[in-house]
């Protein structure tokens, strides 16, 4: 909607109604419509500054790449709460998704009962695709930015 209103030649304003109407008794949108065209008209709306288009586009590339970490996350989190409940601990490495400790978790998931040995590859899977994808976020977040 802004950027149709920037189209056509308006600067748009977001406020919020609730607030900036404060004090009335009597709530109607007659009313508010009046009192907010008042404030308009005596240059005392309350609003927040709105971004140019294409920086509104910009800063969806740093949306999706933290919410492909959340996702990561939650795949190693998932991971790390199924090793304790089959008993399965690992202690060469500090880290079990790096180099090293992701060899050694392949090998210790092949112990795990076989619908959740399943699913654990499935995550594995997963892990990996998702971060393939914050490192091509983060080359393009580069290249824009």
């Not at 609003?47 to 970490?69: A, F, H, K, N, Y």
């Not at 699913?119 to 977040?141: F, G, H, M, P, Y």
């Amino acid at each position: 909607m802004v950027d149709e209103m920037e189209q056509a030649g308006h600067t748009p304003l977001l406020t919020n109604a609730g607030k900036a109407m404060m004090g009335q008794i009597n709530k109607t949108d007659k009313l508010d419509a009046k009192g907010l065209a008042l404030l308009l008209r005596n240059r005392t709306l309350p609003s927040i500054w709105i971004l140019l288009g294409e920086l509104r586009d910009q800063r969806e590339l740093p949306r999706m790449r933290m919410t492909l970490v959340r996702i990561r996350t939650m795949f190693k989190n998932r991971i790390h709460a199924t090793l304790p409940k089959y008993a399965i601990e690992i202690y060469e490495v500090c880290d079990v998704f790096g180099v090293s400790g992701r060899k050694l978790l392949k090998e210790r998931i092949r112990e795990l009962p076989p619908q959740t040995h399943h699913s654990a590859e499935k995550q594995l899977e997963l892990l990996d695709d998702v971060e393939d994808q914050i490192k091509e976020s983060e080359l393009q977040i580069k290249a824009v930015v």
